[in-house]
């Protein structure tokens, strides 16, 4: 089981503020809830996990394209969708504290609490037995423990049929029931519970008498869906192929918190493939596969993953599981693998009232094609990346550093270029090497303060690299090498710093393990 680390969450929140990686959006005006902009090395770091997606995803698979949709699109693809009638979240409100939560996140905190009671119950009984104490048998017949297990599968039974009946008096019920009190009052006096659409609408036209209300997209996978047969006819594709897409995506979150994690704007890498029919859970197996090891490519830890099947199927799956990632706060989604079927084609066929079949000249037969949908958010992917990489270390002399041990091709500058001191020619001679190396790597200059505090502030933002130009480069060529991680400084050939940073800084490298 994972262990949650509030401290390592908030350390990694001011850092990135502090280094220039994500602030608050609209921050000087006291921010916008769950929204941040990336700032200059944020950036460049989310560009690199952007390219790394995406040459993997199109490039290194000849059957799969990229488009590039619009964010508005016609209103009734949502109806099609399903995302007007259904995409909601159950919320409810404190009358005392006048703070809004999501209510069935309150019950399943509330099932989480009669968990931790049985897990006390054992620990206090595996001190009173000792070497004799047998959990399993503890558990299935101690009747405390059998009482809370029974109030935990009942309560998930409610819960589970008031979400899909969309009954919100039982919701409220349930609640009741539980005695859930607001962690911030401690009461339990609360508003009914409401049914709230997270899509974020606007008005389309210039005169309000002719505006019409259309959505910010909650999904980027819609505008694929409807561009399936424009890509499949121009590009001449065969199925099996996919489409790939990044952009972003906006939902009216309830409780948006956990930094990065859940924003009300963030932005989506989504890919639909198109099968045959009948064929959808090979190709489902396949990309539960293909992304997985993508994911163990980028060398953050192959413990930190793990899979999670969905137990309750969303309407239109027929299988969907969740790449998780062990977060600072757990284990919690990543990446969704979903087997769509034909729902999305089949429901904008019904609405559009145009057809979005496939002909397979082999079989001279039309049909519309299965989908199995691969779904990362950037932004999660983003913070896997910076709290996985993110270490407070004590060195041999005692001082502490904190750096960022990015893999190499994905930081935000992969070298940096420093002269020794800002004099007797040494910063002319690193300005002609930064120019010699910025064409090909993203190259950083600094002159400014002592060696040590530049070294310092390129492990905080993660650069590999320092090129470090001395008296010495004057006469021979030559600058030390520091790496990040080792701290080693080795002396190399000008002339051989290209090859030398080449091999360890391309996205080919991680490319090429997968
Ligand atoms: N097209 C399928 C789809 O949108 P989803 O599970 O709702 O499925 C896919 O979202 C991914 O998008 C998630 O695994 C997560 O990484 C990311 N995501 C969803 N909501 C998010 C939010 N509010 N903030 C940041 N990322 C989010």
Not at 391 to 401: F, I, N, Q, V
Request: glycine share 6%; with cysteine; net charge neutral.
């Amino acid at each position: 089981m994972a262990q949650q680390d509030d401290n390592l969450l908030k350390n990694v929140v001011s850092h990135a503020k502090e280094y220039g990686f994500i602030f608050p959006s609209s921050e000087i005006y006291d921010g916008l809830g769950a929204v941040y902009d990336y700032g200059q090395n944020g950036v460049e770091l989310k560009n690199n996990l952007k390219e790394y997606w995406w040459r993997f995803m199109t490039q290194l698979h000849d059957n799969i394209v990229g488009i590039d949709s619009a964010i508005f699109m016609h209103p009734t693809i949502w109806k099609a969708s399903g995302h007007v009638d259904a995409f909601n979240d159950p919320m409810v409100d404190n009358k005392d504290s006048k703070k809004r939560y999501r209510a069935d996140v309150l019950i399943e905190d509330a099932v989480e609490k009669m968990k931790d009671k049985i897990e006390k119950e054992a620990e206090k009984a595996a001190k009173r037995f000792g070497e004799s104490f047998n959990r399993e048998m503890f558990l299935s017949t101690n009747p405390r423990v059998m009482e809370y297990a029974k109030k935990i599968d009942e309560t998930n039974e409610r819960l589970k049929n008031a979400m899909a009946n969309s009954d919100m008096v039982a919701m409220k019920q349930l609640m009741t029931d539980l005695e859930v009190a607001d962690p911030i009052s401690g009461t339990r006096n609360w508003t009914d519970v409401r049914q709230f659409n997270l899509m974020f609408s606007t008005e389309m036209g210039s005169v309000a008498e002719d505006a019409n209300k259309i959505y910010l997209r909650p999904e980027t996978a819609q505008g694929i869906f409807v561009n399936f047969l424009n890509v499949q006819k121009t590009g001449r594709m065969k199925i099996p192929f996919g489409i790939a897409q990044i952009g972003k995506a906006f939902r009216n979150e309830i409780v948006a918190r956990q930094f990065i994690f859940r924003m009300r704007e963030f932005e989506q890498m989504e890919m639909q493939f198109f099968v045959k029919p009948g064929e959808e859970m090979t190709w489902y197996e396949f990309w539960k596969e293909k992304r997985m090891k993508w994911h163990h490519a980028m060398g953050l830890g192959t413990a930190n993953y793990r899979f999670h099947d969905h137990v309750n199927l969303a309407h239109y799956a027929n299988a969907a599981c969740d790449i998780q990632f062990n977060f600072p706060m757990g284990f919690k989604e990543l990446e969704g693998i979903h087997s769509r079927t034909d729902f999305d084609l089949k429901s904008h066929e019904k609405y559009s009232g145009k057809k979005l079949q496939y002909f397979d000249t082999e079989s001279n037969q039309s049909y519309i094609p299965y989908v199995v949908e691969t779904s990362i958010g950037l932004d999660r992917l983003f913070l896997a990346t910076l709290s996985n990489s993110y270490k407070e270390e004590k060195l041999e002399d005692g001082s502490e550093r904190v750096v960022l041990n990015l893999p190499p091709a994905l930081a935000p500058h992969k070298v940096a270029v420093l002269p020794l001191v800002k004099k007797d020619g040494l910063p002319e001679k690193a300005e002609a090497i930064l120019h010699d190396l910025k064409f090909e790597f993203s190259s950083y200059y600094e002159d400014k303060d002592t060696i040590g505090k530049r070294y310092r502030r390129m492990d905080a933002i993660g650069t590999p690299y320092c090129v470090t130009v001395d008296h010495q480069t004057l006469q021979d060529d030559t600058v030390t090498l520091r790496d990040r991680d080792t701290m080693k400084q080795d002396r190399v050939r000008i002339a051989d710093l290209r090859s030398n940073l080449s091999g360890k800084c391309s996205l080919v490298s991680l490319l090429k393990k997968i």
